[in-house]
């Protein structure tokens, strides 16, 4: 589905103002300078959602079927970058795979 | 209970027999390592140690037996491997220590035979093989391994720099930044532990600076003790897209190291790995959404599901009852099957698929306008036409057809549901002027006035209209709107100027030069400057009109013709005003005094031309008579010094003028200057047989050499041009002046012979022989439509058997065309004497008879 509503982080029910916020947002912590395919995805979902017109059609035209990071998304979204400890620093020092 | 040994894969090899010599030996082992037989090579450099020592077999043996252990290591036969190494080992000097083996060991938690390892290799002097050795202890340091320490001289560097190499491990786990530059800096560049450096700036900069992360990754070699280090954070730089493919080939604890580094929480972990662990076909992923729907949410599910079993209907929907998912409505179905038309790519398909889902929905309820179901009906209605372009198409071609028709009125009535889409008004108000339905155009564009009368596509679109149906007073008010608005806009203003000067030639045409003189007055009110000379030249006709071709008209064209330079120009200009009022256009060029005019020179022919593209850009054409009288004149002025790049430019505006003597004259001058130039090896050829349908073997060499050419020079454009022309016209064997032996049919008295009827009269031969003698032989295939295969097989039996069999065998053809169209059979005639023969006439030169007219020699 591409879906946009989970690539601005915003709930399927968002009107315009949310949206028009979640995008800018977006935007400023992915610029494109600095991510590109992120702020690409980002200017997608935007154009798709923008309007109450574009939501409509969106839903009614759309036909890309869901992937599994999407259901991943919903489910456990990816959180802030981590650092590993360093027992995972240790495993891989050591060779394992 | 003691394990059975596995019978050997390979029988094992025994001596070398006695017969084969040590040479012969030496050399099978050689062959044995290089093609991998590692056991069998062992085999055969024990055998030849036992019969001497010789460095290489020692070194051939080291090799293989590392091989051999690299294979057991692989297999996860560690121990075995050891022992392999062991024995390698055991050859001394020849057999330096490798890292491979230090791995082995270390993984085996040797740590003090890696160490011993090490210590080993110094005093051999192989830096790379230290160097490898000791980055190896280093990771094996770092990760806490306390045998390392035991084993090393204490200014060791592997425990030297570890301190800070540690210290750096320790700062970046917690986030310290500072404390982690300053560890860094303790670690120089000829360090065991300068991969590990690498790694750890690349992964301070993965989030801020992913392009820099990677260039430092990339430092860090494949065969470092670092690489799974390196392999992780190269997997967290992955765009999303990309990671499915790239996690499933990677090992757990470099995926785990990633993840986090991606910010993968353990219930994302988890999932993934649930659902990688099942495989991630739709029917699999149907399940996993299905079973997580109460957080997924319902609507969210269904939906997904429809899309996943879109793709394969109805095959696919057995994959919902395994899931547990209800089956699809009928208005899902319908929805499925607009899907599926949007795919398959076919109008016809789309129109009837969403039309039918716009049915399904309007039969549900009338919705109310203004709701989400209005609106979802409005956009159905329309959807098809944005799918497949149908009325943009329709539109351009200028006729209705059905299927638009149909769209149009659909689009139409969405609408009543949805009113406020201004570009639905546009569309289908220039759909209709394109097809000239000029008042269902007025009614949605005037609609959309209405609605947005400072719109200024809906002002643009409103203006095309108002000119296309000649209302010059609304037009002038709509262009004064858009100008109120956007004071720049050159388009309104060039399209109303040019409105008003057609309006004028028209009233010229009909004779009202008071009317026309009206019209100029606007022009010139909003043309300005830069649109003076055109509507100076159309009211030097409205005097000459005015003057019912008297002395006062000649004067005046003749002051116009002097104005514009009294050459080219001239005529191009006063001629295509001529022509567009109607007038006479060889009395006004004599008139003007450019009956005979001569070219002005090099700036004469460029601002003719230059007219010409102008009138050709406007999407105008150049009348036939203007162009056969300006050819003459064109062609005179092909002598002069033009650039290269001036001459291709002339040849062009020539090509889209269609004046093609006028361009095989400048593309033959060109090529007299530029010997073989491709470009104007193509427009010669274009010019001299556009509209005909074979050409000379000459001419057509002469373009596969300018193919060749054009391919070498890297010119695109003309390699694309000159294989369009050689397809068109496609092997010599076309050509009726490629076979110098057809001259034979120019003399009739070489057909004597088909008038000898008196034994066997045949009319059909007689009719055959005719046709041959009057059209040629490759006019006459032409004309039967023969493809190139049966003309080939035509001209083999001329080579061959002559013309009579030539001629026998066409009969055989045409006889079977004739009687297919029902003619009456030809009566015999009388029999007469046969009249004596004529004298012989000259034979006519080549080509002077079958040539087309218009078709000149090239060159």
Known sequence: ?97 | MKKQRKPLPFPKPTAAPSIESVEDTAGAARRDLQAGRFREAINRYKDLLKQGDAPDWRHGLAEAYAGRAGELTEKGMLKEALVIWDNRRQLGEAASPSPVHADLLLRLGQSAAATALYRQAQPLGDEAAIAALGAKLAAHFLAGDPGIAEGLAPDDPILVHGTAARAALAAYCAGDAQALAASLAGIPFRSPYRDWAQILKALQRLSEQPEAAKTLLARVADGSAFVNLRRAAELALVPEADLAARLTGAGEAVSRFALILRGWGDERQALWQEATRVGSSPQRLLRLMYRHRARLGEDWVRQGALRLVAGDLPRSLSWLQEAGVKRPTPAETALMAGWQADQARSPGRIVGAWHHYADVLGAEAEPVRGSDAALRLALVQRHADRQAFILQSAGASGEAGELDQVVAATMGRSLIHDPDDTDIYLRLGTYYRQIKDFKEARHFLGAALTRWPDDLQVLTASLDLALATNAFKKATGLARSILDLDPINTGARERLVKAHIAHARKQIRALRTDLAMKELDQAREWGGEAARERIELTAAFISVVGARRSDRGTEVLREQAERLGGGLRASLALGMEAVAVGQPLTLVLRQAGLAKAKHGGREDLLACLARLRTHLDGGERLSRDLGASLQGQLKAAASLDLSAQEAEGVCETLRRGALDEARLAFATAALRRWRGAPRFEFHAFEARYRGARWAKDNDLDRITSALERAQEEGDNRTVHRLEELLREFGAPFFSPHGFDDLDDFDDPDDLDDFDDFDDDFDPIRIVVANLVQSMGLDGLFNMLGLDPKLKRQFQEIKREQGTDGLVDALKVLIGEKLNGLGLPTLPRPPRTPKPPKPSKPKKKTRGSDEDPPDQMDLF
């Open chain 1, 1 to 97: 589905m591409n879906d946009p509503y989970l690539v601005l982080g915003v709930p399927p029910d968002a009107d315009d103002a949310a949206i028009h916020a979640a995008y800018l947002a977006g935007i400023k912590r992915y610029p494109p300078d600095r991510d590109p395919q992120r702020f690409e995805a980002l200017r997608t979902a935007y154009e798709a959602v923008r309007t109450r017109r574009d939501r409509l059609a969106h839903a009614l035209f759309d036909a890309s079927p869901p992937t599994l990071g999407e259901v991943l998304d919903k489910l456990a979204p990816a959180g802030e970058a981590r650092r590993p400890d360093a027992a995972l620093f240790a495993a891989l020092l050591k060779g394992t795979p």
